[in-house]
């Protein structure tokens, strides 16, 4: 009976179900490797992953609208590489202002994505291919060949240096917010209703056009966050920053639960999505898994978990048919 | 109405992405100052070396003499390095690149030190069409001389072989052509070089025994697994390395993030690590920051950009990398200008076994450059150091 509640437990809800796997993960690598549940490990996953982390937060509106945004590293590099050349030689200095530089830039990008997705009618991944080449294109313009690091960007690097909580905090307030805004504002409501029945929102009076462009302009805005904290926290602006690491955003969400076709997924989904993938890629250089097997185990650990989570699914809708028939 | 609303924020959106290209223009147009800047401390260099370079001049008159002397070439040989009246033209791979403003200016001193006139070409983009471009208004303009730092290996062939019907000597520096499209490369540093100069960094950092690791950028990288084989080929014919022990090759594939991760899996994996030695850039910049956040005790050399390493070089505990490696643009080019001249004077012919007299720097002698071609070795990398970092940050 007890064990019955247990299963009951964890398939009863996805959330309980990535907890569960994130704990046979955990004990598994600490039987592999026991220096891996120390403080100083844990910082550094949170750390050395936070640009996915909240990425993912953008990706998950974007993919309760049923759309996708590949753009979101190149948006990335272009405004990581702008803050970094402004640090570079001296236009500006305050963090605080190459922050909000780096992110007003991120929103721009995310709203053009948005009016042409919306109103110009153009598939989401169509239109973020486009971006995803003049974004990343921009980036090496900005740049001019030169690239900041090391002593550029000194002051600027501070924020995020080993050690210092500024990530930690931003990570924690990005999570807070979008945990408040998707389950109790009225814009997080029309999200999900965009999403699960775009006609009928539109019915039912919502501005569907708006709420799309909304959500990628959002997600702008979080990349270029992501290209301030990446400068931060690697101190290193580089033109092919992060590129071809919005998979890792997007695997994160799938593997969070959040569907591919539109108005499921949540946000402590993500994060247990995102916290998987950041585990992987912490996990994998510790246990021995030979450098060059290393995303191949990756792949197969990502499909693995996503499979144990469909079949979970459909057992629980099949508990769910039974009892109804009853 | 709405349409207006929409059309507004378009254009508002792109004038404000334009402004933001348009500011980091601007930022980089900047680079001409601090470029130049380096100029007099890197001048001061090249005169300590005039000086030899006078010294230098006859003996290089007589050695080429005695092996010239049954040829025609005898007259030219005579004459020395002297090429008053002969064009030399460099080709590099992009305007605006530090690195190549350096080259530029050690093959302009060598080539004028020597009465020769100077042709820089700086195509304005990274692309072999302007490559090709450059060296066809070369060959219409008649130079001697070519020595070009090729944006693509193989796509420059027709060009470069016009050139060379046409009796220009071509030769090419930092980043080769095929064997077909030139007489002879000037290669920035062997691989026995490197993993020499490697080993020997991890051997001195360590104080002569303990664990070493390795974080390379991709684990296809031909250039750096070329470098880590040397290494290891090194250190097992000699028993003075023998208490050496290489724990891990990682591979960071040159991205910030990842050789992040793989550097502190190192660090926590083996934790009387000694040594981190890092032959890519990216892999050596993040490990540098790693260490140095860290304020492991654990050392860190490899090859890296001097600009990227400045904030990490120092031989006090607050900095992670006591001295690391790179070549130098300025010789790499000087030697690519004495090649030129050699090659001009016909001194020599490209073929290996040929040897010449590089000024100051040196006799060189043309190897076999596994191509079908020929390479002549700068020498072992450049090390950066605390003591000359602060002048090399700029440069490159």
Redesign the interface.
Known sequence: MKEKSFIKMITGSREALLFFILIVMGILITIL?P?FF?P??IG?IFR?NA?TMIMALGMLCVMLTAGIDISITSTLAFAG??IG??T??N?VNSTLLLFLIAM??GL??G??NG?IIA?GKVAPIICTMGFMYIWRG?AY???????A????V?EFAEFG???TIGPYIILIACYAVFFVMLKWTKFGRKIYAVGSNPEAAMISGINVDNTLVSVYTIMGLLAGLAGAL?VSI???A?PN???G?EMDVIAACVIGGVSMSGGRGSVAGTFLGALIISII??AL??V?VP??AQNTVKGVIILVVVIFNVITRRMVDKQNLERREM | MKRKV?SI??SA??T??LL??C???S??T??AAPAAEPAPAAEAAPAEEAAPAEEAAPAEEAAPAEEAAPAEEAAPAAGGSDVSGKTFAIVVK?A???YFKKAIEGFTEVIEGNGGTVVVKEPSA?TVDAQITEIQSLISQGVDSISVAANDENALQATLEEAMAAGIKVNCFDSKVNADSRLTFCNQAGTTEVGQALIDAVLDLSGGEGQYAILSAT?QATNQNAWIEAMKSIQEGDAKYSKLELVE???GDD????S???A???L??YPDLKVICAPTT?GI??A???LQ??KSSVKLTGLGLP??????IGNDDAHSCPYMFLWNPSDLAKLAAYSSIALVNGEIKGEVGDTFTAGDMGEYTLTDAGDGGSEIILGPPFQFNPDNIAEW?DVY
Do not use: H
């Open positions: 490797n220096t120390s100083v490990n550094q050395n640009l590489m702008t050349m402004l570079k030689y236009i007003v830039i721009l990008c709203l053009l009016l109103k921009m313009v900005v740049g001019n060949s030169q690239f690091s090391g002593e550029d000194r240096k080993d050690g990446s690697y101190a290193s580089q920053m992060q590129y690491r890629a912490k250089p510790l021995n450098s060059i | 929409v924020l378009l959106a792109m404000a992405v933001a290209g500011g980091g223009s930022a980089s900047e680079t992009s605006g690149n530090p990274a684990s090759v990682a591979y991205e910030p993030q990842k992040t991760d793989q502190q899996a190192l926590s994996k990216v910049a993040a540098a920051k790693v956040d860290q600009s990227e390493m400045a904030e990490y940050k």
